[in-house]
Structure formats: C-alpha cells, structure tokens
Nanobody
Framework: QVQLVESGGGLVQAGGSLRLSCAAS????????MGWFRQAPGKEREFVAA????????WHADSVKGRFTVSRDNAKNTVYLRMDSLKPEDTAAYYC????????????????WGQGTLVTVSS
C-alpha cells in the first residue's frame, strides 16, 4: 500500500516560485502514475499535472502549462511540482495522487491521495 506525504507549500507573492514534493512509501512507487490536483474553497477539485511511471510522459492542465512542471525521481520515491510565475488564482490546497492507471489519474479518480499542502499566492 502506497502512502503519500506532500510538502513545500506556503505563502508566496505573485510571480514567485515554489516546489512541491510528494514522498511516497517505498512499496511499488515506480508502478504508479503520479498526479497533482488542487482545490480552492468553494471550487471543485481540478487536475493540475501528471507523470507516467517511467517519467517519459507528462501532462499539464492548460491553466498551468508553461508555468508548472511535474517530474519524478523513482530512486527517491518522490514526485515534484515546480511552480513558477505563480498567480493569485493558483491559491489552493494541492494534493498528490497515485494510481496504477494513467487514465484514472487524468480523469481525477486516483487510488491514493495525499493529505495536501496549502499554497497561498498574494498579489
């Protein structure tokens, strides 16, 4: 069973950068497609980015494309989300997620969720 723990959230001014990390339990990490989602108060959860088990394929939502970059290091059992040029509308709780199927992550129904880390972007 995989467990996910996010870190790296915080308060940053618009235009700034943050890197979120998601550390997974050692069991079968490389077998999972990893994803990032976010949810702001009063809004539905939305897909942010995902990366295949090998790291060979990545996906980014249009709203973050060109600003956010997802990556992973299977040797460290960690997935990252580098966030640049942050905007106030990026403010949300960010959740790491995992599933053995790419489609489950992309469609927003991953098997495992992390507890979330809060990102607040001030103007």
């Amino acid at each position: 069973q995989v467990q996910l723990v996010e870190s790296g959230g915080g308060l940053v001014q618009a235009g700034g950068s943050l890197r979120l990390s998601c550390a997974a339990s050692v069991r079968t990490f490389s077998s999972y497609t990893m994803g990032w989602f976010r949810q702001a108060p009063g809004k539905e959860r939305e897909f942010v980015a995902a990366i295949s088990w090998s790291g060979g394929s990545t996906w980014h939502a249009d709203s973050v494309k060109g600003r956010f970059t997802v990556s992973r290091d299977n040797a460290k059992n960690t997935v990252y989300l580098r966030m640049d040029s942050l905007k106030p509308e990026d403010t949300a709780a960010y959740y790491c997620a995992a599933d053995r199927l790419v489609s489950s992550v992309l469609n927003g129904y991953p098997e495992v969720w992390g507890q979330g880390t809060l990102v607040t972007v001030s103007s």
